[in-house]
């Protein structure tokens, strides 16, 4: 059921990048603002399959973590790359390989959008650190980490996307460690709370509007702590809304390409902007073309990745 919902956060994703930066509709960047709802989704579950696979292996998970788990995230990084600077010297005349690592490690990669990789590795490499070193209080200790990195991002003034849906790491951790507990009180949920929730959900995420109404509302601390909230509250509900669904068992994904469809998103965006002047024909093809040719790419993944036994 995870692998179902990463795979339709990812499309959004990708529905969303599109609509913010190349249909050049403020409506439809307005209304299309959901990437970072579901980027805080991919923090989640990352965190709660972290914390779930050690729980059930034990110090056996930290045997090869660094190899295999980086592997897995690595190695269609650098696939996604060997097809992005081919294409963006073709196209633009620019980029290669020493910029790529230059701006590796900045808020504004080469890649587009890889930053979520470079900021996920980071957590992996947090979370190994923690459970390997640290004798007790564990999950406490790491929190707290991620919370004082988090913390060194806002000082040092990342963009915000970095650092709003890095708290649904920690979330997701803790959800796993407490899951039982959590799901029975999801269950006394009353149905008047959870309309609640969600009422509450979109006046965050649609803030603007309230604050065309509330002056008071319009100043950008809370325009910007809302950036922050409406992840949260989301999760909130996401949370509620698969325990209710997960017996459903059917709703599978034979290749889960979600990954690649993140990462190769920005090299078919670049591809079908300069090729196709019509935005509705570049937008199903962007969209379609992203998903078909992660496709390929997770195949090719897969056998580099069986080759070199990671």
């Known amino acids: 059921m995870t692998d179902l919902v990463k795979w339709i956060a ?3 994703v990708v529905i969303s990048h599109l609509c913010t930066f190349y249909m050049h509709s403020a409506t439809l960047a307005t209304e299309c603002r959901f990437g970072s709802l579901s980027v805080s989704i991919f923090f989640f579950l990352s965190g709660y399959g972290l914390i779930c696979s050690y729980n059930l292996k034990g110090e056996k998970y930290l045997k090869g973590f660094l190899i295999h788990r980086m592997g897995k995230v690595i190695i269609p990084l650098l696939t996604a790359y060997a097809i992005h600077i ?3 010297k073709i196209i633009n005349n620019r980029g290669g390989v020493t910029e790529a690592i230059q701006s590796l490690f900045s808020t504004n990669p080469l890649l587009p959008y890889s930053w979520y990789v470079t ?3 980071l957590l992996y490499l947090l979370f190994y650190i923690a459970m390997r070193f ?3 209080y564990k999950l406490i200790t790491l929190s707290l980490i991620i919370i004082c990195m988090m913390l060194g991002m806002l000082l040092t003034k990342f963009p915000h996307w970095w650092i ?6 920690i979330i997701g951790m803790w959800y796993c460690q407490y899951e039982c507990a959590i799901i029975k009180q999801i269950g006394k ?3 008047w709370n959870l309309l609640l929730l969600i009422i509450l959900f979109f006046c965050i995420y649609r803030l603007d509007i309230i604050q065309n109404n509330i002056q008071f509302l319009a100043r950008w601390r809370y325009t910007y702590a809302s950036y922050y909230i409406v992840n949260y ?3 909130l509900l996401a949370a509620y809304i698969l325990q209710g669904v997960h017996n459903i068992k059917k709703l599978k994904v034979k290749r889960n390409c979600y990954y690649e469809i993140y990462l190769i998103q920005g090299s078919m965006f670049l591809l079908f902007n300069t090729i196709i002047s019509n935005k509705i024909i570049f937008f199903a093809l962007a969209v379609i073309g992203t998903v078909l040719f992660s496709f390929g790419i997770n195949w090719i993944n897969q056998k580099i990745t069986n080759l070199i036994k990671i």
Do not use: M, R, S, Y
């Open 164 to 169: 709003n849906a890095t708290p649904c790491f």
């Open 134 to 136: 640290v004798p007790k």
């Open 189 to 191: 949920v009353k149905i």
């Open 233 to 235: 509250l989301f999760i």
């Open 119 to 121: 900021e996920i590795v």
């Open 10 to 12: 990812a499309i959004a």
């Open 86 to 88: 081919p294409l963006l």
